[in-house]
């Protein structure tokens, strides 16, 4: 057993980030019916021009537009109308010749030979086939050129990108019907303490019902995470050796919530050390909450453990802080955009530790971040608070006026 | 058929409201590991008082505060240790005695007669079973009381409420393991065209390949909502009719996407009065863009028709302003927060229609919105952007310096 190593959350995630660098996630590939939420594991390029053919952004005429440099409601340009553009039919035959025009609906191909639309309100029909058009068009008007839309060979979508309905249209629009994606992390969650029940039990005196599983295993899922097992183990070493050995052999990250007793956490380190072949990385970091937090690595199987602090409060944020950012950071998916918020109180920070402060929102406009302090181990505070912002190890607080930027919970 | 209807977005928010008044949403009971992402349908109180029993927030000793009065460094209180509470164990034969103590872990029960507890840090051991307390602690000091997390009868989360991985471990604590929801809308999408080609076709001469579907069906899903069916069907009265009868027996919500020429929306418009026995409620919307987009209602089956746009952005944004803003309604659920930002360009409204803007943002502090246009129909400046804001109906247009309110794309 190393010595105790308590390390800044940057050293922790660096250390963590260290062991991972060589553990890129695995991809898997997608329909686009299934794209929606996943993240992009490679740059997407167009292999096509978007639109294919030039295209008419109104119901109109398609028509040279020189032959249209002299209308006006006074004096029309007087067109023959030659052919009608039918969506989705070939437009091959309908080449548009000197004063001559072709009908267009909206989404339709502009033929050859016409050079701009005009819009069908400008344009009376005249009898004997022919239009009068009473308005002048410029070259390009009302038309969107081949490869205008996207063109050939375009960054798409980067890798990285978590794919949203619209980027699910453009994959659609490319053709793009097989989507590569990251698979998502396999994540078992072991929860110890011979005081816990399940939360369908009726806790008897000294008892306290498992909240951690189901926060952790929430929040794996809220990310893409494939919760594989959740298992309640007691407290023996025996049981939990074994049960952390068959998670390390069907997971991408180990998880042990528990007891926040010093006893417990010793245990858990030690655990830790006897599993992993790079043993602990990170016993404790500098932060409040989150102190008893023990990270580890076993490099044969490529499996993350990370022991969470006994708190909820504190295992979510830590949870957030340590591990769904290194897995965002392995994908490149960009953090979470955060909420700038003022506060009008003084907020104390905890020197030489990073501190995560809860906060509720109020008002949307220009919102103001309202402390929400929870005595230890209280779960409620969490469930009030929108969100928390962090103050670094060498901030002294924050006063009133002050804008912090807010991390909203998933 | 009735005459057109061209309403503003909150006429038509109105008219879908008005039919939709006795439409809630059912509800269903869903486990713990899947409450997650789901929205509360009942207000959720505890029937407990959490905690149940007073517990201690560190590891010490259990002490009659009154004992430890005079207690400093200098001048130790002498207290007798009579037990050590264990986790998950009964505490019921420890009370403390005046002049004794009793060991406490983090999370444990402190015992009756104790009613504070001192860190272990100040307790020194002195042999014959007796520990030197070398601080003085208030009464109530290190113990969260009983209730004091949730007390009985608390509203623990509000009807309406988004779950939260957090709020699952609210739920954990106050061992609620069935959980009601809203069930989904069940949604079929329907796109109508014969210039439409799937995305996994090569579009011939005059084709394009179908967006719509996708897009639409990418955010009822990331809206939670099942989409039970997305249907292509020709340009063809009878198909489409069939279409629509049989998605109206199996949905709560039918979209309707497909061209955007003015013949093609005169047909969405016929079919969805004879299909629906309310009729068409809107047609036409003073939006940019979003216009071409009609609703209707049939009261017998229950079901909201809605015919989009043609255009990627504008069938999306309509979308989200019109069908996911009136179930959020429904289930009173809160709308999305918006990011504030500033704009340092002139922005033009359409004088009298909702103007929707889509803008990337920059910067990630004081972010700044940058417009997109896009040309109609264009796909990619929707992917582009991160989101979009609105300017009212009698708004004219945004200036260097304003700030507006950024709906980000879900």
Chains 1, 2 share one sequence.
């Not at 390390?7 to 553990?23: G, I």
């Not at 399940?198 to 995470?225: K, L, V, W």
């Amino acid at each position: 057993m190393k010595l105790l190593k308590v390390d800044t959350v940057n050293e922790a995630r660096s250390k963590l980030m260290e062991c991972c660098r060589h553990m890129m996630p695995q991809t898997e590939s997608v329909s686009l019916f299934d794209a929606g939420g996943r993240v992009l594991a490679e740059n997407i390029y167009s292999e096509e021009n978007i639109p294919p053919y030039r295209r008419s952004i109104m119901d109109g005429y398609a028509v040279r537009s020189r032959d249209t440099g002299a209308a006006g409601d006074m004096i029309p340009s007087m067109l023959r109308v030659t052919g009608e553009v039918l969506l989705g039919r070939d437009f091959a035959d309908l080449a548009v010749e000197p004063g001559c025009c072709v009908y267009v609906p909206t989404g339709g191909a502009v033929p050859d030979g016409a050079d701009a639309v005009v819009m069908v309100e400008y344009c009376e029909p005249f009898g004997n086939g022919m239009v009068a058009v009473s308005k002048s068009v410029s070259p390009g008007e009302n038309v969107v050129q081949i490869g205008e839309d996207i063109s050939e060979g375009r960054l798409l979508l980067p890798a990285g990108r978590l794919v949203r309905p619209q980027d699910v249209g453009v994959l659609a629009a490319a053709g793009i019907t097989a989507v590569p994606v990251f698979s998502p992390w396999k994540v078992t969650v072991i929860s110890t303490g011979d005081e816990l029940v399940s939360p369908d039990q009726s806790p008897g005196p000294g008892q306290i019902r498992d909240i951690n599983t189901y926060t952790i295993a929430a929040r794996s899922r809220a990310e893409g995470f494939e919760v594989v097992r959740t298992v309640s183990v007691r407290d023996e070493r025996g049981a939990l050796l074994s049960a952390l050995d068959k998670a390390k052999s069907e997971s991408d990250l180990v998880v042990m919530s528990g007891g926040s007793s010093q006893g417990k956490k010793d245990m858990t380190a030690e655990l830790i050390d006897e599993t992993a072949d790079r043993g602990v990385l990170t016993h404790g970091i500098a932060a409040k909450p989150g102190k008893p937090t023990i990270t580890g690595f076993d490099e044969a199987s490529r499996t993350i453990f990370i022991g969470l602090p006994g708190h909820p409060a504190a295992a979510l944020m830590v949870y957030e802080q340590l591990l769904i950012c290194l897995w965002r950071k392995l994908i490149c998916r960009e953090q979470e955009r955060t909420v700038r918020a003022k506060v009008n109180v003084n907020i104390p920070s905890a020197p030489g530790r990073m501190t995560f402060q809860l906060v509720r929102l109020e008002g949307s406009e220009e919102p103001e971040a309202v402390p929400v302090f929870a005595r230890s181990g209280m779960i409620s505070p969490m469930s009030e608070a929108d969100g928390y912002f962090e103050m670094g190890e060498n901030q002294e607080g924050v006063r009133p006026g002050d804008t912090v930027s807010v991390h909203l919970w998933k």
